[in-house]
């Protein structure tokens, strides 16, 4: 029974070859195909499919089973060999054929007389699976990739922290029946939020699942929407097909999203309901999507402040701060700084085929001295820099080329100048000091300096404070 299949040709598989000896059969089965803007050629027996694989290079071949010079089961392994599809097409009677045809490697058959239409929606299903595959096989290889010198170095107490709380939170992971709660992950810009989100990812029983970066800043206002939520054919100017959004596209892997406090507020509401109810809806659809995913936000702003002067949803912000984790900037971690300077001089080495190189007393006391304000990210890229640009193998201070005007106040103290408090000092007493103006109420006390509890907690630890 003939229908009316509406075709949209793939794009990556547009050659076919027909492979039948029936000629009339061969070239009916070929306009049809021409019609769905596929590039067709046919060939009668095996030795002349073998020369059009070469010149014609198929993406996909349609194979008869009974050839003039033999079986068609004898060129499957060659065309699974070369990565190429095929469907088989068998006659009654040959079933046989097909369950061998497919053990060997053929993706699909057909039994005889065959539907044209038929024919395009197998050949259309069967471009799915492939481009499923394909898609599969992409993000678990970026995964592997972006997994390659995943971690958070340092041997200070505030990185030891981190990496105890990030344990602790993946092991929510394992409880394969639940769905993990939603995580916070707070710092300034280049501590390295988004390696503590992929380390979350990596350390959970899902991680083979997708990991899917959105950064919330760089969506265009005019598509933030239909990029997060998806949308359906016509649902505005220009929506010529159904798309799925980046929430869908986490599955139940895990949704990062990155600067969250950027989302424009009209879509925090629907954002919250996703969070909720854990389903999506897609702009101009009525059908809604589970969200299984592990959802992971991080921010350099703070959002309580900003909820506090109506600029965040209050509602939305407790919603995705039921686990926070603070990233500590690199000022505030004790000598970390030289053990990630010599962990990016061996990333460089490596990557650009250099020797080996060391760093100069004066470079090591310049490093543990700078305040780094662009934290991990500036020190990966001046210290990326300082390497390929040496013509030594020692790197000095002023290959490293830091400005001077963030230099630690500690080391501007000389002999003969009335004595600075180092950082150390001066951020204990400002604790002390905001504590007794907050009658030691430690919330509004972080609140006041414009910190999250957990990173007041963590800092009167530090500076073994009670309260």
Not at 158 to 173: D, H, P, T, Y
Not at 428 to 439: T, W
Not at 457 to 466: A, L, Q, S
């Amino acid at each position: 029974m003939q229908t009316n299949t509406q075709w949209v040709n793939p794009v990556r598989r547009n050659k076919v070859l027909i492979v039948e000896d029936e000629t009339l059969f061969a070239r009916a089965v070929a306009k049809h195909l021409k019609k769905a803007d596929f590039d067709c050629e046919c060939a009668e027996n095996l030795m002349d499919s073998r020369l059009l694989i070469k010149q014609f290079q198929p993406d996909l071949v349609l194979l008869d089973m009974r050839l003039p010079d033999g079986n068609g089961l004898d060129l499957i392994a060659e065309l699974v060999d070369h990565n190429i599809k095929v469907i088989v097409m068998t006659a009654y009677g040959e079933v046989n054929d097909a369950v061998q045809a497919i053990k060997l490697g053929a993706d699909d058959y057909l039994k005889k007389p065959i539907d044209l239409d038929e024919l395009l929606l197998v050949i259309h299903k069967n471009e799915k699976v492939f481009e499923l595959q394909t898609s599969l096989d992409n993000s678990k290889q970026r995964n592997v990739n972006a997994s390659e010198g995943v971690a958070l170095l340092g041997d200070s107490p505030a990185m030891q922290s981190v990496r105890m709380q990030i344990e602790r939170i993946a092991q929510l992971g394992y409880l394969m029946e639940a769905i993990p709660p939603t995580v916070l992950i707070t710092g300034e810009t280049g501590t390295g939020k988004d390696v503590a989100a992929r380390l979350l990812h990596l350390s959970c029983a899902k991680t083979e699942k997708p990991f899917v970066h959105v950064d919330c800043a760089s969506l265009p206002t005019e598509l933030i929407e239909s990029e997060l939520f998806g949308h359906e054919k016509g649902a505005f100017t220009n929506a010529t097909t159904s798309r799925p959004g980046l929430i869908e596209a986490a599955e139940d892997g895990t949704l990062f999203l990155d600067e969250i406090g950027e989302i424009p507020l009209p879509l925090q509401a629907k954002l919250l309901n996703v969070l909720e109810r854990r389903k999506v809806r897609r702009l101009g659809s009525t059908k809604e999507y589970d969200v299984p995913a592990r959802i992971i936000a991080a921010t350099n702003r703070d959002l309580h402040a900003m909820s506090s002067d109506g600029r965040f949803r209050s509602d939305l912000y407790f919603r995705l701060n039921v686990i926070s984790l603070v990233i500590p900037p690199l000022r505030e971690r004790e000598r970390d700084a030289v053990q990630l300077a010599s962990h990016f001089m061996r990333i460089t080495e490596r990557r650009y085929g250099l020797n080996p190189h060391s760093f100069s007393m004066s470079a090591l006391e310049a490093m543990q001295a700078y305040r780094w304000p662009g934290n991990v990210r500036e020190l990966k890229h001046q210290i990326s820099r300082a390497v390929l640009l040496s013509n030594q193998a020692t790197i000095d201070a002023i290959d490293i080329n830091l400005p001077e005007n963030h230099i630690g106040l500690a080391t501007q103290q000389t002999a003969g100048v009335l004595p600075v408090p180092t950082l150390d000092v001066a951020e204990k007493r400002m604790l002390i000091a905001a504590l007794e103006i907050a009658h030691n109420n430690v919330s509004k006390a972080a609140r006041d300096l414009g910190i999250t509890r957990m990173t007041m907690r963590y800092r009167m630890e530090k500076h073994g404070i009670n309260g």
